[in-house]
């Protein structure tokens, strides 16, 4: 499995490691555990670890936007940590730019920057 879902903290930070290649199916169990999260906290935050990523599975459909259209308002920001190749693609497939909320991509030097960029505002 390419995610692991590392957490919620108490002030509903959802912290999540993306290694390998990235699959449809757990694309799904990530909303999820969002959403789970969402449900405990209210609003939430995300970071999301993908210093070991390979990129996206071939296959999926990659369209469904359900989960993402109900709970984007319950998400206050979001921060990708990775290597900078991966940076304009990720970006493109987080749709960042066109949801409500601000995302912000980081490279692995930067993770006290993303982290601090999570905690204010």
Same mark, same amino acid.
Request: net charge negative; proline share 4%; aromatic share 8%.
């Given at each position: +499995?390419?995610?692991?879902?590392?957490?919620?903290?108490?002030?509903? #930070? #959802?912290?999540?490691? $993306?290694?390998?290649?990235?699959?449809?199916?757990? $694309?799904?169990?990530?909303?999820?555990?969002?959403?789970?999260?969402?449900?405990?906290? !209210?609003?939430?935050?995300?970071?999301?670890?993908?210093?070991?990523?390979? !990129? /996206?599975?071939? !296959? !999926?459909?990659?369209?469904?936007?359900? &989960?993402?259209?109900?709970?984007?308002?319950?998400?206050?920001? +979001?921060? &990708?940590?990775?290597?900078?190749?991966?940076?304009?693609?990720? #970006?493109?497939? %987080?749709?960042?730019?066109?949801?409500?909320?601000?995302?912000?991509?980081?490279?692995?030097?930067?993770?006290?920057?993303?982290?601090? /960029? #999570?905690? %204010?505002?």
């Amino acid at each position: +499995m390419s995610i692991e879902i590392l957490g919620t903290d108490a002030s509903g #930070l #959802l912290s999540v490691r $993306v290694s390998a290649r990235l699959s449809e199916p757990e $694309v799904a169990s990530l909303q999820a555990a969002a959403a789970a999260a969402i449900a405990t906290h !209210g609003r939430i935050r995300v970071l999301v670890h993908a210093t070991q990523f390979a !990129g /996206w599975a071939e !296959g !999926g459909l990659w369209n469904d936007f359900s &989960l993402q259209e109900q709970n984007d308002r319950h998400v206050e920001r +979001m921060a &990708l940590v990775g290597e900078e190749r991966w940076r304009d693609q990720t #970006l493109l497939f %987080t749709s960042a730019g066109l949801r409500p909320f601000p995302i912000r991509y980081f490279t692995p030097g930067e993770l006290p920057a993303a982290r601090a /960029w #999570l905690t %204010t505002g």
